[in-house]
């Protein structure tokens, strides 16, 4: 059966314009980002990490990964707080087989999440095409035994500099578009000439993230290009950290509490948080 979420989630994606949607770390998030009027949202999975004061991909030594099953209770409280479909973060399915991206995926539908990202790296690497291809189609029948899970694919070899980075993003894409991927998702891009190639050769509703550094793209530029879908993975995340830093540091430099100004009154957030959202 599909779910309500799930359906809407599929239509936004056959849409022609594309469409927003920020990533929450927390319930709270969550709450805050659907009260702006986003059609859908996505967890991060590097806010959630840096949320429980841990690493994110790339373990330093000493680090500790967030496991499958902490990233999970984070994913169903931001599912039960808001009513709208959610995205989930899936890492690269917690695991190379492809059994294990199957149960992830089979987690994220009984989670509540409406669609989810599978990565085909792990550890600074590129999984071995082959193996990446059979990972979607296992992702792809876990999704279709129930939900209606919207399955996006992830191809990570521009931010790992492969040697043809743009040309091997296009061929891995295409290829997991056609082991049963409904999105795909190159990040790494950062110019609208290459994410126009990508739009004219990749066969599917295209992603891209927007906030992984500096950059002069805006929305409508990329919607004007042809992406399908816009999410800011953990960029809202690492600038409520930021802010925290700077308030840090203002009170400690300056004694002075000009923070203070951008908070949300307690009493509005007070109202907001009391709200039956999925009564």
């Not at 309500?4 to 927003?20: K, S, V």
């Not at 890492?91 to 149960?103: C, L, N, R």
Request: proline share 4%; charged share 25%.
């Amino acid at each position: 059966m599909v779910t309500r979420h799930a359906a809407a989630f599929r239509r936004l994606h056959d849409g022609r314009t594309g469409f927003l949607m920020p990533n929450a770390w927390d319930a709270g998030s969550a709450i805050v980002l659907a009260e702006a009027g986003f059609e859908a949202l996505a967890t991060t999975s590097a806010g959630i990490a840096f949320s429980l004061g841990r690493p994110d991909h790339t373990i330093p030594e000493g680090g500790k990964a967030v496991s499958r099953s902490e990233m999970f209770d984070r994913v169903r409280q931001i599912t039960a707080a808001v009513d709208l479909p959610v995205n989930g973060d899936l890492e690269d399915g917690y695991g190379a087989e492809p059994e294990a991206v199957a149960e992830t995926v089979r987690l994220a539908v009984d989670a509540g999440l409406a669609g989810g990202n599978i990565e085909d790296f792990a550890d600074g690497r590129l999984y071995d095409e082959e193996l990446a291809v059979a990972r979607i189609a296992a992702a792809r029948e876990a999704a279709d035994a129930g939900g209606g899970f919207v399955l996006t694919a992830r191809t990570d070899g521009l931010m790992l500099r492969s040697p043809a980075p743009l040309a091997d993003a296009i061929r891995r894409a295409n290829r997991y578009r056609e082991a049963g991927a409904d999105c795909l998702y190159v990040p790494g891009v950062n110019d609208l000439a290459s994410i126009t190639t990508l739009v004219a050769e990749v066969d599917g509703p295209l992603n891209v993230v927007m906030g992984l550094g500096a950059t002069s793209l805006t929305a409508d530029a990329l919607r004007s290009a042809g992406v399908a879908r816009l999410s800011l993975g953990g960029s809202i995340a690492r600038a409520a950290l930021g802010f925290v830093r700077d308030s840090a540091r203002e009170l400690l430099e300056r004694g002075t509490l000009t923070f203070a100004d951008a908070q949300i009154p307690q009493g509005e957030l007070n109202e907001l948080f009391a709200r039956d959202r999925l009564g």
